[in-house]
């Protein structure tokens, strides 16, 4: 990581960001600021973005527990692909969003998705119309160096051709000749200055018609299907082969709080979720999903419960559960799931070193907490049963944020008034723990490697 510890960060991004994590929520913009550790997970998960542009396809589970960083792993990485001029999509899954459902739970999903399409030029979403419009600007720009003048008859019939001419090729794709058509629509109704047409391409691009009959009347021309519960996955493919002829390197597609999977309560219901992320994983490694990257992120539970987890199924327990070679002393990042362990002491350390030179930078205040008070705040947090390898950071964090706030809204109050005269009367017996920071009392918030 480089050091930012002392880089200025425009505000609305840097209160935003102090306000998500002191609630314990991750920062939707903003993560590379906070971002300590996982370098191995951050360049496996680069390295899949360097796959997918070159047309291979990709797919991930991160696997943590709550608040072990797999929200805040996903906007990073969802934050490097908008940078390297990726599409990204991202959804939370819910009771009413499913991979596979009836009465509208899968294509909520797929609506979801769509509403958060980013692009680098547009990376808080509804990028949708931004990229179609790119698209056509940069054929228009085609067509000017091949010596077209846009003023010329020839202009506008020239430019039809080379569009329909690359819908063509993703038109044998399944769904391919209905959202051609679609997109084709969308173009020629934004040239005749039609928005009402134009806004129901869009609706169906997004997937909110219902029926055929609804969407034929609204479009005004006839479609064969439109896209639903059993066929959304198809149209995040297409999406994804358009990405590329659109100029950019792919599509990511982030889905997160993949555990509500694993609390469907009928078996059935539940198993053909999973028949969906069999798919997905099949079609992405072998190749029939090119320039498309998945990141599941879920609970090991969602993974390993061998009653109602993926392990339960077990075309996916043969594909996900790791090798009889695999062992915590020797990382894998290679294999299709990424497991989240707790970040070491010396990042917890260095995580709130960074946090009160934001928290400072927010408020324009001094905070009167000293390099050996911090460190004394991680061993507290250490101390508790379990927190050697239970600890996460969204827990220790909010109690740091909470710390600072008193802090700075009481003058007359120090740290050890706030956490109490066990901190220092333990101070001893602590510096012997193994869990205990490697830094010495005699702190330097210097020393920390960012």
């Known amino acids: 990581m480089t050091n930012n510890q002392n880089q200025k960060i425009p505000k609305r991004i840097l209160a935003s960001l102090i306000a998500s994590v002191s ?50 792993l996903i906007q990073l990485i969802r934050g490097y692909a908008l940078e390297r001029d990726f599409l990204t999509a991202d959804c939370d899954l819910s009771p009413e969003r499913r991979l596979y459902g009836s009465g509208g739970a899968g294509v909520a999903t797929y609506r979801e998705l769509m509403k958060n399409l980013a692009s680098k030029a547009a990376p808080d979403g509804g990028a949708m119309p931004k990229i179609i419009a790119k698209w056509v600007f940069s054929l228009q720009g085609e067509l000017i160096a091949e010596g077209i003048s846009p003023d010329s008859p020839a202009f506008s019939a020239r430019l039809d051709a080379k569009l329909f001419e690359c819908l063509r090729e993703i038109e044998f794709l399944v769904g391919g000749f209905d959202f051609s058509r679609v997109i084709g629509e969308y173009y020629r109704a934004k040239q005749r200055g039609d928005d009402m047409r134009a806004a129901s391409c869009l609706r169906w691009l997004r997937g909110e018609f219902s029926t055929k009959s609804e969407a034929r009347r609204e479009l005004g021309f006839d479609v064969s299907t439109i896209i639903g519960d059993n066929n959304w996955y198809d149209f995040l493919k297409l999406w994804a082969s358009l990405s590329k002829m659109m100029g950019y390197r792919g ?100 995580l709130v070193v960074r946090m009160t ?72 017996e602590v510096e012997s723990t193994p869990t205990a920071p490697a830094k010495s009392t005699k702190f330097d918030p210097s020393d920390i490697d960012f």
């Open 251 to 350: 599509l990511i597609v982030f889905i997160d709080e993949c555990v509500n999977l694993y609390k469907i309560p009928h078996r059935v219901s539940r198993e053909n979720n999973y028949e969906k992320i069999l798919s997905m994983f099949n079609d992405t490694l072998q190749g029939r999903a090119p320039h498309l990257g998945l990141v599941l992120g879920g609970t090991p539970q969602f993974l390993e419960d061998q009653r109602r987890g993926l392990f339960s199924y077990e075309a996916l327990r043969s594909r996900l559960c790791d090798s009889r070679f695999s062992s915590e002393k020797h990382k894998n990042f290679v294999g299709p799931v990424i497991r989240l362990a707790r970040l070491s002491d010396d990042e917890l350390l260095a």
């Open 357 to 428: 030179a934001l928290h400072a930078q927010n408020f324009n205040w001094t905070p009167r907490i000293t390099g050996e008070e911090q460190v004394a705040f991680v061993r507290l947090c250490l101390e508790r049963a379990g927190a050697n390898t239970m600890i996460t950071p969204r827990e220790m964090l909010r109690d740091y944020m909470t710390l600072l706030n008193i802090l700075m809204q009481n003058p007359t109050v120090d740290f050890a008034s706030i956490v109490g005269s066990t901190v220092t009367l333990k101070t001893e």
């Open 23 to 72: 609630a314990g929520v991750v920062p939707r913009s903003g993560a590379p600021y906070i971002a300590i550790g996982r370098q191995d997970e951050i360049g496996a998960l680069l390295s899949d973005l360097e796959l997918i542009n070159e047309g291979g396809g990709s797919m991930r589970f991160l696997v943590g527990r709550y608040g072990s960083g797999k929200s805040f």
